[in-house]
């Protein structure tokens, strides 16, 4: 299950403005590089949608199928806004809906079709 946490603003490269829902997927046990121990974290994404201000409030805390998933990527540089040190990272967190992912596996083109 994913959980709608929180929304935020975006803005693409001719500067309009729009919204991304913030997404968590659940509870994941991970084991620290550092100290071997265990401890729990969720996974977070961002995903645009077409809502209002009001819209992305009211759906805070709706939960829907799906999961957040790592998704490899160029490497690119990330800023961690509390302490500005910037990172390079390969990849990204993504949202994927079950049903849909299974059922575009499923699909035949009509041409396969005799």
Known sequence: MVTIKDFKKRENKEGEEFLVLVLQG??????????????????????????????????IGSQFPGQIIKVETEPYEYTIEETGEVLELLHRWEYQDEARELASQNIIEESEVM
Do not use: H, I, N
């Open 26 to 59: 659940g509870v994941v046990p991970v084991k620290s590089k550092e100290t071997g121990r265990m401890y729990f974290t969720a996974k977070t994404a961002t995903a645009s949608c077409t809502f209002d201000e009001e819209t992305c409030q009211a759906l």
